[in-house]
């Protein structure tokens, strides 16, 4: 069950892989910015693909050990060192993103930065999640 609601403004137009607004009740969840490294801080990918896979895996972890579940995501931010990159794999991304997350697309802000403080890093993600009371 979620308490989750999607906000769309009437007349605007519908957004692809991602909500405009969410409103939701319940416990929050912070998920500090996770980066494509495994548990061991050891990174097994080099691509943005494969970091972005691990990345969404990483906060899925996370949320696991305060009971939420990626359909509890509310928000999530995004910060990427080429945008370029990540606009030429956007089909690709999106497949491990619903391989990963699912169907759930929350509000989301995506940013390219200048560097990451794990010089090997690609991608950054940043999440809020509420859980159902």
């Known amino acids: 069950m979620t308490t989750h609601t999607t906000l769309q403004p009437a007349g605007w137009a519908k957004p692809k892989g991602y909500a405009n607004g ?5 416990k929050l969840v912070f998920v500090g910015g996770q980066i494509g490294w495994n548990h061991q801080n050891r990174f097994e990918c080099h691509d943005l693909v494969g970091q972005v896979r691990q ?53 989301m802000a995506v940013v390219q930065v200048t560097a990451l403080i794990e010089d090997e890093a690609k991608v950054e993600i940043q999440a809020t999640a509420v859980v159902p009371k």
Request: no cysteine; hydrophobic share 40%.
């Open 22 to 26: 969410v409103a939701a009740e319940g």
């Open 55 to 107: 990345t969404l895996q990483n906060v899925v972890d996370v949320l696991a050990e305060a009971g939420a579940k990626p359909e509890h995501v509310t928000t999530m931010t995004w910060y990427l060192t080429d945008k370029k990159e990540y606009l030429a794999n956007l089909q690709n991304i999106g497949k491990v993103y619903r391989e990963v997350v699912g169907r759930h697309f929350p509000a």
